[in-house]
């Protein structure tokens, strides 16, 4: 059955791959320019100019090559270079593609050509069938049988003008002037995404960063943007798609490809939104995954922190072991002003790595950060502390009133590491609070957290007591 459908379509592949009779047909050969703007959540919208020459009146243009995932009524056709010239009738995107499947399900009621080999003698004898249907194989009907296994090949008269080998976007319209044209068609299209990834150098007493950021690109559209003029929305912008789905089936990434782009995107604001231009065209292929520079700053001053964060329902009830083993856990941050940063940072995820004894830079963690824009804070999770660990108690408890708490906890720091270790103890507290007793200086960092800051010495251990006062 496969070997049949395979030979079917070479036979009728000689014939045009479903141009319709008098129909204008415009390739990526007429492309005069393209313009990709992708935005951060997997829509595209995409701006193709190309040269064809339209006569007065009525006709029909094809232009093939449009993504396969175009969201068709989103199209929009003009003409650059005589506006006003072109009235767009009706337009139509065809699902279905040409394959050996479809082709066969479009001749389902019509006639074909059945060719039989004689194993013995090669030779070929031809009869003709009308296709009864195609569920799960194919009904032949012939002038004296009906058979539902093939004894040799198809060949098929014509390619139904629904079917089309490249994704096509016909336009009947109606042109006031002749001769030829630019004309522009814009559309918005699945199947086109970008994510903003990052690369960060910590120096050997963690106070520095070198960090580079790269966009990957990814096309599953269906179809080629050579040399196209590359623009990026960073910012979560409102799609309001048909319920009806207007896209075709998702087409797996292959043949990746990794390419880096010189020179750094300009940023510029759109609405609520930034906007990075690429500095130079690119081309987009289908079924590719590419990298291009974002961004590039050095000696960024860093602070990395060990934290013990706590949770705020152990103020409401008893509850006296928290922990044997608490998460001592270590972030990175940095503030998104000054030398070469101070440019708006798309979200995405940022590695970090650092050398190690011997000079070679190893893996040291990763996190997922938002967009963030310029004088803000960035702060990365890097992971847990080996070396660090903390056990939290809740050694007293029990309510003074209606919502009212009091409750008392002990938190032992220790650490492994042959230098001293400063830890932040962060504990959000709930309702209406106050630290009544305590071994060491807490700070209100917010109206629901109290925050100590203490230093455990190397190969040793420090201990904090505080009571809290929770009223509802």
């Known amino acids: 059955m496969r070997r049949f459908l395979i030979v079917a379509v070479v036979a009728a592949l000689a014939l045009p ?24 959540g997997g829509i595209a919208l995409v701006r193709d100019e190309r ?21 068709p009524e989103t199209a929009l056709l003009r003409s650059v270079t005589a506006p006003g010239a072109i009235d767009v009738l009706e337009q139509n995107f065809n699902f279905d593609l040409l394959s050996p499947q479809t082709l066969l399900e479009a001749y389902v009621g019509r006639q074909v050509t059945v060719i039989h080999t004689n194993p013995k003698t090669g030779m070929q004898t031809r009869e003709r069938a009308r296709v009864l249907a195609t569920n799960g194989g194919v009904i032949l009907q012939y002038a004296d049988r009906i058979e539902t296994a093939l004894d040799g090949t198809l060949a098929f008269d014509a390619i139904p ?10 336009v009947d319209l109606e042109n006031g002037e002749a001769g ?28 520095t960063l070198d960090l580079d950021g790269s966009v990957t690109l990814t096309n599953s559209s269906g179809t080629t943007y050579p040399k196209a003029h590359l623009l990026l929305v960073a910012g979560n912008v409102n799609v309001k798609r048909n319920s009806t789905p207007t ?10 490809r990794v390419q880096q782009a010189l020179g750094m995107p300009t940023v510029s604001e759109i609405g609520d939104f930034h906007l990075y231009t690429m500095p130079r ?8 995954t590419k990298q291009v520079a974002l961004m590039q700053a050095r000696a960024i001053p860093v602070k ?26 270590s972030y990175l941050t940095f503030i998104n002003a000054g030398g070469d940063l101070g440019k708006p940072l798309p979200r995405g995820i940022v590695r970090i790595y650092q050398q190690d004894v011997n000079g070679k830079s190893e893996f040291i963690g990763s996190d997922t950060i938002d967009h963030t824009p310029k004088g803000e804070t960035v702060r990365i999770l890097l992971g847990e502390s080996f070396d660090i660990t903390a056990r939290k108690r809740q050694t007293d408890y029990h309510p003074d009133g209606p919502g009212e708490t009091r409750s008392t906890y002990e938190i032992t720091l220790k650490n492994a590491k042959t230098t001293p270790a400063s830890v932040l103890v962060v504990e959000p507290i709930p309702g209406d609070w106050t630290i009544a007793e305590e071994s060491a200086p807490h700070v209100k960092t917010s109206s629901s957290t109290a925050t100590w800051t203490l230093v455990v010495p190397a190969g040793g251990a420090t201990k904090l007591t505080y009571t809290a006062d929770v009223r509802s």
Not at 248 to 254: A, G, I, R
Request: a neutral charge.
């Open 247 to 256: 896209t075709l089936n998702s087409t797996t990434l292959s043949g990746a």
């Open 304 to 329: 990395k922190t060990l934290e013990l964060r706590g949770y705020p329902y152990y103020y409401r009830q008893a509850a006296p072991d928290l922990g044997e083993r608490q998460p001592v856990q």
């Open 17 to 40: 791959a479903g141009a319709a009779p008098g129909e204008l047909v415009s390739t990526l050969a007429d492309q005069r320019a393209v313009s990709v703007t992708i935005y951060s």
């Open 51 to 71: 040269g064809v020459r339209l006569p007065r009146g009525e006709s029909r243009l094809a232009l093939r090559d449009v993504s396969a995932q175009i969201m």
């Open 161 to 170: 003008g629904a079917l089309r080998d490249r994704p096509t976007l016909t």
């Open 281 to 288: 065209a690119t081309t987009i292929a289908d079924r590719q």
């Open 180 to 207: 030829l044209q630019t004309v522009e068609v814009a559309y918005l299209t699945d199947g086109l995404g970008w994510r903003a990834d990052y690369v960060g150098a910590l120096s050997a007493d963690s106070t």
